[in-house]
């Protein structure tokens, strides 16, 4: 049981390029999400999936696509890299019952444009 | 439109109970109240979440007033491992399955030795 896994760990990127940060998780939850993380602040919703066929935009979706075919996987996609997407990317997926839930973050993508 | 608010540091003695305080005088009814931490750049790690009642796990215990309107997270005997960034989280009942997380700054607790 390995978690939410995320590759790569790091990348460097030049302004223009596309790349897809992957994200999987093993522990068959429905609910998937990604975030950003700037220095010195909290994490920033890009987008977010509560099953496999739906997505939909977080707080800063712009210049990021994602889909979610299925229940394992949440790629989220770069589509013309700019020095403002350079931050750290963290994957999560979580679960609800009637009385627990709680969100299963990844180790994080350490993303650089330049 | 800040949800929370928290101090942005504090330090406690190895040992000791920290006591992490969170004001959110703004939730309505149908919002809990979630902690989560961030060790070391790593990815958030959930403690505890409430909706009113005072709730308590393995990691921590979470204290939320009658009127709802702040809450303190207590990890009874702090540790090294503890030092952290803690953030305090305000998120409908609708957002059960937490996919949608409101970060704030949160709280960095530096455990002294």
């Known amino acids: 049981n390995a978690g939410v896994t995320q590759t790569p760990k790091f990348q460097v990127l030049k302004t223009g390029q596309s790349m897809t940060l992957q994200c999987a998780q093993d522990?068959?939850?429905?609910?998937m999400s990604w975030y950003r993380q700037d220095p010195g602040m909290g994490l920033r919703l890009i987008h977010y999936?509560?099953?496999?066929?739906?997505?939909d935009q977080g707080e800063v979706p712009n210049g990021y696509n994602v889909s979610r075919s299925t229940t394992e996987d949440f790629p989220l996609r770069l589509l013309s890299a700019a020095p403002s997407q350079t931050s750290v990317y963290f994957c999560?997926?979580?679960?609800?019952?009637?009385?627990?839930?709680?969100?299963?973050f990844g180790q994080g993508t350490r993303l650089t444009v330049v | 439109d800040a949800k929370t608010t928290q101090p942005p540091s504090m330090d406690c003695a190895e040992g000791r109970a920290a006591n992490l305080p969170c004001n959110h005088s703004t939730i309505s009814g149908n919002e809990y109240v979630y902690w989560y931490r961030q060790i070391h750049s790593q990815g958030p790690q959930y403690i505890i979440h409430g909706l009113k009642n005072n709730e308590t796990n393995e990691m921590a215990s979470l204290i939320i007033t009658e009127d709802r309107k702040s809450s303190t997270l207590i990890l009874p005997h702090a540790t090294l491992r503890d030092t952290a960034v803690y953030y305090c989280i305000v998120s409908p009942i609708s957002n059960f399955g937490n996919e949608k997380l409101t970060f704030g700054t949160g709280t960095r607790l530096t455990i002294i030795p």
């Open positions: 999936s509560v099953g496999a066929g739906i997505t």
């Open positions: 522990m068959n939850h429905e609910y």
């Open positions: 999560a997926s979580s679960y609800s019952t009637g009385a627990r839930t709680e969100a299963f």
